[in-house]
């Protein structure tokens, strides 16, 4: 398909906030998503957000979602060291029962 | 409760030998999903599961790839005539399905390498 976009790599010192940006390709997207990847482990899913929705708060985390620009973005409040892991944002694909569309991942580095 | 498995955890093969990887999905979960993540071409979707209905193909890169699931849970996906570029970490995740398929669960992904 085709490509969502994300920067590649971000560093913040700890207690900071982190912002890490998306652009997403398909309007039509009902779900957009974000998981998180740890060196050596397997993809975790850490929230998600339904498209008719602006903003989702989940503890340190904030999604804002802009359809128009088809821009998607998650806030960490209070990054931790802990929080250092590759951030992949994705997009349900279209008639494919919510399977998904992932961007190429943004390193989080978190540095005491 | 368990979550999704799959076997084995790493895979070395030649150039040109079949492989068959396997994922046990969440116990009730009737979506199924196979993605693979290399370094080149990132997180790619390539075949869905719903249950007993035929399964979703788009994202197959060749046909060298296919994938079965038997009784609605365990899947293989099987890969003929491996190749190179075939290298990669290749993640299964499985949902509950239908409308509340949105929450997907991956599994830890199994390691092939193409010698």
């Known amino acids: 398909g085709e490509d969502v976009e994300q920067s590649l790599f971000l560093s913040v010192r700890e207690g900071d906030s982190s912002v890490i940006n998306c652009t997403y390709t398909?309007?039509?997207?009902?779900?957009l998503y974000w998981y998180k990847q740890e060196p050596g482990a397997g993809l975790q899913l850490l929230t998600y957000?339904?498209?008719?929705?602006d903003m989702k708060q989940d503890q340190r985390l904030t999604v804002l979602l802009n359809k128009k620009d088809k821009h998607l973005s998650l806030r960490i409040a209070d990054t931790q060291t802990g929080d250092s892991a590759i951030y992949f944002c994705?997009?349900?694909?279209?008639?494919?029962?919510?399977?998904?569309?992932f961007g190429k991942g943004t390193s989080l580095l978190v540095t005491p | 409760g368990a979550g999704v498995s799959q076997s084995p955890s790493n895979k070395v093969t030649e150039k040109g030998k079949d492989v068959e990887l396997r994922c046990d999905p969440i116990?009730?979960?009737?979506?199924l999903y196979w993605y693979r993540q290399s370094l080149g071409q990132g997180l790619e979707f390539l075949i869905y599961?719903?249950?007993?209905?035929?399964?979703?193909k788009s994202g197959l890169p060749s046909d060298r790839f296919s994938a079965e699931r038997t009784g609605g849970s365990v899947s293989t996906l099987t890969i003929q005539r491996t190749q190179q570029e075939d290298s990669a970490v290749y993640l299964c995740?499985?949902?509950?399905?239908?409308?509340?398929?949105?929450?997907?669960?991956f599994g830890p992904g199994t390691r092939l390498t193409v010698t």
């Open positions: 398909d309007s039509s997207s009902t779900y």
């Open positions: 116990s009730g979960h009737t979506a």
């Open positions: 599961f719903q249950g007993n209905s035929a399964p979703d």
């Open positions: 957000i339904f498209s008719n929705m």
């Open positions: 995740a499985s949902s509950l399905g239908g409308t509340d398929s949105y929450e997907q669960y």
């Open positions: 994705a997009e349900s694909i279209s008639n494919s029962g919510y399977a998904l569309n």
